[in-house]
């Protein structure tokens, strides 16, 4: 991998959270159980409260949303997301990387190796089931030339995940990302490098997402940066399609 191809991946985690915050307005929340008449019990900053929603939720999944309440009346959610499980298949693998260390990381001679390394020392000292799956699907990951990486980012649980391909009728190198981000919600993209040319096309699911990041545009200096809005954006790999046989530890 290329630390100078990869800088835009990380300007984004290091977004500003309290601008992100005041405009994007997003929040991460768990859903406990319905309560009927589009009411839900839900945890919002490890605070349980009572929520409406016009959209359907399923219970125990977790959702990027739009919070917003008036006085003496019931929090009202909107914009909703289905998080991908992954984010909390990955939350108990006990492997967690600070924006520095994936830097370190990124900036290695070989961080395929680097990494793999990790997540093996993990694998042998897994005291549970649930840990030892966990990092067996992020040691697939690699296997599949796709690096999942699991990150604590503003004090919240995130993950990143890139792969490096070449086109060889364009000649030009590739690197596909995905990024699931409390703040910011879920972000697809693809860094293309020509020479010394690096173009940049993001999706994002959230309009405030992309009006956050478009007014950030300043502290990019790339050639070409395209952000588009997409509503679904999937995972480049996904622990639902990469099953692991049943192991006993």
Not at 234 to 245: G, M, N, Q, V
Request: with cysteine.
């Amino acid at each position: 991998m290329n630390i100078n191809q990869l800088s835009a991946l990380t300007k984004l985690l290091s977004t500003n959270p309290n601008e992100a915050k005041a405009l994007i307005k997003l929040v991460s929340i768990d859903v406990l159980k319905s309560l009927g008449e589009s009411k839900y019990s839900v945890i919002l900053q490890n605070k349980t409260l009572t929520a409406q929603s016009e959209k359907p939720l399923s219970e125990g999944a977790k959702y990027w949303s739009q919070l917003s309440q008036s006085k003496d009346a019931t929090p009202k959610l909107s914009h909703l997301l289905k998080m991908p499980q992954l984010l909390s298949t990955f939350q108990s693998t006990g492997i967690e990387y600070s924006l520095k260390e994936l830097h370190t990381l990124l900036n290695a001679k070989k961080p395929e190796a680097l990494l793999k390394q990790n997540i093996l020392e993990h694998l042998s000292s897994a005291n549970t089931k649930e840990e030892f799956s966990s990092a067996s699907s992020l040691l697939l990951s690699l296997q599949s030339n796709i690096f999942t990486i699991p990150l604590v980012l503003h004090n919240s649980f995130s993950l990143v995940q890139f792969k490096k391909r070449y086109n060889t009728k364009t000649k030009k190198t590739h690197i596909d990302f995905y990024a699931a981000l409390e703040l910011l919600g879920p972000i697809s993209g693809v860094i293309a490098l020509d020479e010394s040319v690096i173009e940049i096309e993001l999706c994002v699911a959230f309009v405030q997402t992309k009006i956050f990041l478009e007014n950030d545009l300043k502290n990019f200096s790339y050639n070409t940066i395209n952000i588009s809005l997409i509503e679904n954006i999937e995972p480049l790999y996904d622990t639902k399609h990469h099953a692991l046989l049943d192991i006993s530890i």
